[in-house]
């Protein structure tokens, strides 16, 4: 097999594309309508993630007993084997992928044995034009680069939201007992699963994540930087032209100016209660359309293009994790929320819980 080397300084990834056509054509593919973050497209993968939940569930059956044993990081992916050879897999996806489309009549119109569309596949078809200069296709580096932006940074940071969500829950019972009071009212009765239609019936569910993310965001700068355009003076300091402006996310959430009490979890604060009309509902705006005071996933433009199917997860693994468990803290210990910062912010200790199996 051939081997590809990324262009890891390339700017043909959304991420790192200064503002015109090609960003717009990448980001286009990957959220447009015919892209795979489409949010009508996200239900489509609904097999994949009950594969991953019932794979997790499993785990966590096979690993406690009836809340005697302890579950200890159980939410961290051993990715470590996986991401040294992460180049090599997604390489020869898309030389398989690029022989199977050269195979084919035209080119067009790669056959595939799941319904899922593939990212590689709609990268492979596409043309990229940035003002007078037209690319007719990416070539293997750029593909791999954009994959790679793909598979990393979706993995590591949700895998993190979801450890802090959890510490969240299993260190405030009453949170945890609200979210399964709400499931109560929603799912049927004798349900085995919390299925991702439930989901929109649950604002409380989706205050508790929200909530986690304004206090532990999983990312602490924007992925995207802005640029300053012009020399401009800032408290004294001379800031040159070109250079990048990061956002520090996590003191946003936190800023005693915006937020009340910002140091307490308050799933109730993303809440309002109109009992004359559809009793509670979710008020905040995570895009950052009406108003900035928090942005774990950045705003404007450049958001991050996983909102969407990142929020969607954390809700289907949360709700199904409380759903099937009852958490509590090792011997009645306080979970520790103190922080590891690094690419992105840990717990210092990972989570150790006691499980024990619900009974319905």
Avoid at 307 to 325: D, I, K, P, Q, T
């Amino acid at each position: 097999m051939k081997k590809i080397f990324p262009s890891r300084f390339s700017h043909k990834t959304v991420a790192l594309s200064s503002y015109g056509g090609i960003w717009r054509v990448l980001r286009r593919n990957l959220v447009g309508t015919e892209g795979v973050l489409y949010p009508p497209r996200i239900k489509s993968y609904s097999h994949i993630r009950k594969r991953v939940l019932d794979n997790l569930v499993a785990q966590l059956n096979r690993d406690s007993k009836d809340g005697q044993e302890i579950v200890e990081d159980c939410f961290q992916k051993r990715l470590e084997d996986v991401l040294k050879s992460i180049e090599i897999l997604i390489g020869s996806f898309i030389q398989a992928r690029k022989k199977m489309k050269q195979k084919n009549e035209g080119g067009n119109n790669i056959e595939s044995s799941s319904s899922a569309l593939s990212y590689i596949d709609t990268l492979l078809e596409l043309d990229v034009q940035d003002g007078n200069d037209k690319v007719n296709s990416l070539d293997e580096a750029d593909i791999l680069s954009l994959c790679l932006e793909f598979v990393n940074p979706g993995t590591d940071s949700i895998s993190t939201a979801l450890q802090w969500v959890m510490a969240n829950v299993v260190k405030y019972s009453g949170v945890q007992a609200n979210i399964f009071s709400e499931m109560n009212q929603v799912v049927e009765q004798g349900q085995e699963w919390i299925k991702e239609n439930d989901l929109q019936k649950m604002p409380y569910l989706k205050a508790v994540i929200l909530e986690s993310l304004r206090r532990h965001p999983p990312v602490n700068l924007v992925t995207a930087p802005h640029m300053v355009t012009e020399d401009v003076e800032l408290a004294g300091y001379l800031i040159l032209k070109g250079t990048p402006v990061y956002f520090w996310i996590p003191d946003m959430g936190r800023d005693p100016n915006l937020w009340d009490d910002p140091m307490e979890f308050n799933p109730e604060r993303f809440l309002s209660s109109d009992n004359n009309k559809n009793g509670r509902q979710n008020v905040f705006d995570i895009t950052g359309n009406k108003e900035i005071k928090m942005m774990p996933f950045g705003a404007g433009r450049r958001i991050c293009p996983g909102l969407g199917v990142s929020m969607h997860n954390l809700e289907y693994l949360v709700a199904n994790l409380v759903w099937c468990f009852e958490w509590t803290p090792v011997n009645g210990e306080n979970v520790d929320l103190s922080e590891k910062i690094g690419l992105t912010t840990d717990l210092k200790n990972p989570l150790r819980a006691c499980i024990s199996p619900r009974v319905r």
